[in-house]
Nanobody
Framework: QVQLVESGGGLVQAGGSLRLSCAAS????????MGWYRQAPGKQRELVAT???????NYADSVKGRFTISRDGAKNTVYLQMNSLRPEDTAVYYC?????????WGQGTLVTVSS
């Protein structure tokens, strides 16, 4: 099993920044992808950004140029630096890990962006 624990959510004004962290523990070998998804009230969960074990990244169009995903292999931690936040970024952000064949999810952390 893989355990994922997120931190760093909170309330921020539009234009501000937050950094989310996701620490992985447990059976973490062979995790080949980690990332962040988000779910706003009344909407489906959507991809925000992912990073492979090799360091390749992928971003949703809505966050390109504003968010940056990174990882610290020594700490088994993935980060999401969020800049220029907008009210539409308000959502619960979930950490995700793929250790084939299973998906693993964190409990989520709330990000609220006020206008």
């Amino acid at each position: 099993q893989v355990q994922l624990v997120e931190s760093g959510g909170g309330l921020v004004q539009a234009g501000g920044s937050l950094r989310l962290s996701c620490a992985a523990s447990g059976t973490i070998f062979s995790i080949n992808l980690m990332g962040w998804y988000r779910q706003a009230p009344g909407k489906q969960r959507e991809l925000v950004a992912t990073i492979t074990s090799g360091g390749s990244t992928n971003y949703a169009d809505s966050v390109k140029g504003r968010f940056t995903i990174s990882r610290d292999g020594a700490k088994n931690t993935v980060y999401l630096q969020m800049n220029s936040l907008r009210p539409e970024d308000t959502a619960v952000y979930y950490c995700y890990a793929l250790r084939p064949p299973y998906d693993h999810w964190g409990q989520g952390t709330l990000v609220t962006v006020s206008s």
